[in-house]
């Protein structure tokens, strides 16, 4: 199986063969005269045995892999689908969406080692976390401005998605998917801003649960769900945690899990301005 | 789209399909450089800005103003913008539930076949507008200013009332000059309309939404009473 080559950036290709190279190796041909060619003949041996070796192992581990998982079919078609024409950078901001979740979801891992989610205790421990913890504020601070960095980059990916007209025929489905995520990724950013429990978060959250309460039928119940109560109280702080670390977080990467299986078995679209070549309709048409 | 505009559009797509590139490397490679860009990013957001810890929260204060996440500025703007009370229902969970229900149902709603963004002119355009919109109040909202300064001009004697009231949070809800908010009544001009029997009253048992200054009264007398003098002293004539 050969594997295409990764998009490496222009100094670092391999020099490709001049036609009337001798052993057709550009790194020999700087090397200046014959005699260089000749002293290093044996070494391409060493390396191509080693390289064997390599192969031979991989492919030898892959296919016992392969035989009890069969995973092999899926993963091709994973990686080697093709993108439609015109595949541009607009294209990353799904998968840049993600990349954030996952850098929440290992600094969070870490912020929670610290965290005691008990409202007598959690703002000393947020305070030990951040002041005395090595690489505690660092950590905490990509946590914060995650959460900034992953909103803009999920409206960046809604706004591709609506420009390019991304939401129709076939793939309704996955945008109510992406809408969903969004709706998530928002209370997250809600949940989480009670956690380090200050003046500014309490009093914040205090006023979002409030007005989530004049909500007309279901708002006084979703406001005591929250707050554990009809008053902000010691069960509420517990509530936000087990809401942000384990419901919204599972939810949201089940449901990254059916936006990306959608996506690859739909394919992502083409710039709605990109056009097929004619050339190849005749070809179809054959 | 009907059956013929489906087909139409499935069979474009297997030809741009058939003209792309595969998903492994070049996709990735993007989708890689992409994430590099996010974390360095995060991490540069992270060192330069930090992550604060005001004071610890305390229940019992009524002092503080609220503020939220930036990316909820604009719902809290909605919530300041709309005064009449028979309407705020409407702006808090109103407004923000269609909004949130029509972007739900977006592509059964849009169902033409157009994808081009200069051909859906309609589409194009109430995006725009919610964009503005969202900017605006985003923006509003985040230029509302330090709630807790008060820049109308008042007499010597009550200077330190000022700073109590500033601090207090009155702000949150009321107008006193040029700052504040428009929830409650403005202030400006409330010594016309209020004693300073009256003022203490309505602090130590206010109507339905204002939160209660009996704790101020309790743990500090002396401020509670520039308080009260301060607000007293809000006349038109002065």
Not at chain 1, 103 to 126: C, E, H, K, N, W
Not at chain 1, 127 to 135: A, M, R
Not at chain 1, 209 to 228: C, E, K, Q
Not at chain 2, 163 to 184: F, M, P, Q, W, Y
Request: charged share 20%.
């Amino acid at each position: 199986m050969k594997l295409p080559s990764p998009p490496l950036p222009k100094f670092l290709r391999p020099t490709p063969p001049r036609p009337g190279d001798g052993n057709g190796d550009g790194a020999d041909r700087s090397a200046g005269n014959g005699d260089g060619s000749t002293t290093t003949a044996p070494e391409p041996k060493k390396l191509d045995k080693a390289r064997g070796a390599a192969v031979e192992g991989t492919a030898s581990v892959v296919g016992y892999l392969d035989e009890r998982t069969g995973m092999s079919p899926f993963l091709r078609g994973f990686l080697y689908r093709k993108t439609p024409k015109g595949n541009t950078w607009y294209y990353t901001l799904g998968s840049a969406t993600m990349f954030a979740f996952v850098s929440q979801a290992v600094t969070g891992i870490f912020l929670a080692m610290y965290y005691t989610p008990d409202a007598s205790r959690a703002y000393d421990s947020v305070s030990h976390l951040t002041n005395e913890v090595f690489l505690g504020e660092l950590v905490r601070g990509m946590h914060r401005w995650g959460s900034t960095i992953m909103i803009i980059l999920i409206f960046l990916h809604m706004a591709r998605v609506f420009v390019f007209g991304a939401y129709k025929y076939p793939r309704e489905i996955n945008w109510v998917i992406g809408v969903v995520l969004l709706v998530l990724t928002l209370a997250m950013g809600f949940t989480g801003y009670l956690l380090p429990f200050d003046q500014r978060s309490f009093w914040a959250t205090v006023v979002g649960v409030n007005i989530n309460a004049s909500a007309p039928v279901m708002g006084p119940y979703i406001a005591d769900f929250l707050r554990g109560g009809a008053e902000f109280g010691a069960a509420t702080l517990p509530r936000f945690y087990a809401i942000h670390m384990l419901l919204l977080p599972v939810l949201i990467g089940a449901l990254i899990g059916a936006h990306l299986y959608l996506v690859s078995k739909l394919g992502t679209t083409a710039p709605p301005w990109v056009k097929g070549e004619k050339k190849n309709i005749s070809e179809e048409a054959i | 789209m009907n059956a013929r505009e489906k087909e139409e559009y499935l069979r474009e797509y297997s030809i741009l399909k058939s003209q792309g590139k595969p998903f492994f490397p070049y996709a990735v490679g993007k989708d890689s450089w992409m994430a590099v860009i996010v974390l360095m990013v995060t991490i540069t957001m992270a060192v330069f800005l930090g992550a604060e810890l005001g004071p610890k929260a305390d229940p019992t204060t009524t002092t503080y103003t609220p503020r939220p996440e930036w990316y909820f500025f604009f719902l809290f703007e909605l919530l300041r913008v709309v005064k009449p009370p028979a309407l705020v229902l409407m702006a808090t969970i109103g407004i923000p539930t269609i909004c949130l229900i029509l972007l739900l149902i977006l592509p059964f709603i849009d169902r033409s076949p157009v994808r081009h963004p200069l051909r859906r002119p309609i589409a194009m355009i109430s995006a725009l507008a919610t964009i503005v919109a969202m900017a605006y109040l985003t923006l509003v909202g985040a230029l509302a200013g330090a709630p807790t300064e008060i820049e109308l001009a008042t007499a010597p004697q009550f200077e330190e009332g000022q700073e109590v009231a500033a601090s207090a949070g009155c702000l949150a809800c009321h107008k006193i000059g040029e700052n504040g908010n428009t929830l409650g009544p403005p202030l400006t001009n409330v010594g016309d309309r209020l004693s300073r029997d009256a003022v203490a009253r309505t602090l130590i048992n206010p109507t339905a939404p204002m939160p209660r200054y009996q704790t101020l009264k309790d743990s500090n007398p002396e401020q509670f009473d520039k308080l009260v003098d301060y607000i007293a002293s809000l006349k038109s004539e002065q």
